[in-house]
């Protein structure tokens, strides 16, 4: 069975579904690791010593910047850090622009000034995963409409 069909036999196909936890778990799976760019440009230097490895950052999407139309920058609190290498930040700006929960930590922090990289941040996406009850639920489910009866012909 594909997923979509999988899905839409649940009727699970609208985004926002709950499911009980019976049912599927959620699991953090690391979707990026990578220096932060751009920092000696905007306030790393002014923040740097605040800062420890585990703190929570935000990614803010930048659509219309003119040198990057995948722009995410990095936040720590109201501090801008910088922004996720341009290389290889078009998945991230998708997910965010569909509003997919993304988590952000500092990985990484340098507080020496003579480091180059200075900071690097890990990105979490949240992995639905079924548990055998709704798989074994999929197999059994009928609708009423989908039954046979001199009614509905």
């Known amino acids: 069975m594909k997923r979509n069909e999988?899905?839409?036999?649940?009727?699970?196909?609208a985004a926002?579904?709950?499911?009980?936890?019976?049912?599927?778990?959620?699991?953090?799976?690391k979707i990026y690791d990578n220096y932060v760019r751009g920092i000696y440009h905007y306030d790393f230097s002014k923040v740097r010593t605040q800062m420890k490895e585990g703190d929570e950052l935000s990614l803010i999407r930048e659509p219309e910047n003119v040198y990057d139309s995948f722009a995410t920058a990095v936040f720590w609190q109201q501090h801008k850090m910088g922004y996720l290498a341009a290389y290889e930040n078009i998945v991230i700006a998708n997910m965010l622009d569909k509003n997919v929960e993304l988590k952000a930590f500092i990985s990484q922090v340098q507080n020496k000034a003579s480091s180059p990289?200075?900071?690097?941040?890990?990105?979490?996406?949240?992995?639905?995963v079924a548990k055998q009850p709704l798989l074994d639920l999929a197999e059994k489910q009928q609708r009423a409409d989908d039954k046979d009866d001199v009614y509905r012909s």
């Open 117 to 128: 990289e200075g900071m690097a941040i890990e990105v979490f996406a949240e992995l639905v």
């Open 6 to 13: 999988f899905l839409n036999k649940l009727g699970l196909s």
């Open 16 to 29: 926002g579904i709950i499911i009980p936890k019976q049912f599927a778990s959620a699991k953090p799976i």
